[in-house]
């Protein structure tokens, strides 16, 4: 009988071993883990002015412009002259090297990014052409070139760009494709570029 007692209580657990695992059960483990920051560091333009005697200033942003279908006889000089009685501003041309051989050359320039303005070009995000043409058309009265993002035109809607100013070219992709009947893509999307003929006669846009 007292053998088989002690057999009986070996095999039973303590009360303390159950109340611990009743406790793992009940116990939830937290696992965080660290947010990875797409931007770890946020800049901001000061407005202080740097001493005229002090090397410590901002750098000059500068943006690259591209000129392509340039005759390949052209001076660099006449190029030059060209831009800055239009724009009033001297740039240094650097030609570009193609991996395939053009019949024309091709250059850029950069131009300081706060000096953009002086080019007269707009950038503008709609959200849809149709329903904001009218500010569109407002824009091209002051500008020579318009840069425009999300008109969410289809590609056989890409036309309606030339109703945006008559003396405007225009370029534009579509996010939607519907070559196949079917409406593939998003139902919204789409860039387009437009230029005053009367300053570009001779643009062309060469799409990636």
Not at 15 to 37: F, G, I, P, Y
Not at 182 to 204: C, E, K, M, Q, T
Request: hydrophobic letters at 35%; glycine letters at 6%.
């Amino acid at each position: 009988m007292n053998e088989d007692l002690r057999k009986l209580s070996s095999t039973q657990p303590s009360m303390s071993t159950k109340q611990q695992r009743r406790d793992r059960a009940d116990d939830w483990t937290l696992v965080q883990n660290k947010k990875h920051l797409r931007n770890r560091f946020a800049g901001k333009k000061g407005k202080a002015n740097s001493q005229p005697d002090s090397k410590f200033k901002a750098d000059i942003i500068k943006i690259p412009f591209y000129i392509y279908n340039v005759d390949k006889d052209a001076p660099l000089d006449d190029i030059q002259n060209y831009i800055k009685n239009k724009t009033g501003i001297v740039v240094t041309l650097e030609s570009v090297i193609m991996k395939q051989k053009k019949g024309y050359a091709a250059y850029k320039f950069y131009n300081p990014k706060d000096k953009l303005s002086v080019l007269w070009m707009r950038t503008y995000g709609l959200a849809s052409l149709k329903r904001s043409i009218g500010c569109v058309r407002h824009l091209s009265l002051s500008a020579q070139v318009l840069a425009l993002q999300e008109h969410w035109l289809r590609e056989d809607e890409i036309p309606e760009l030339g109703n945006i100013n008559r003396d405007f070219g225009f370029f534009g992709k579509s996010a939607m494709d519907t070559s196949k009947g079917i409406l593939r893509g998003r139902p919204y999307g789409g860039v387009a570029l437009l230029w005053d003929n009367n300053r570009f006669d001779r643009a062309s846009v060469i799409a990636l």
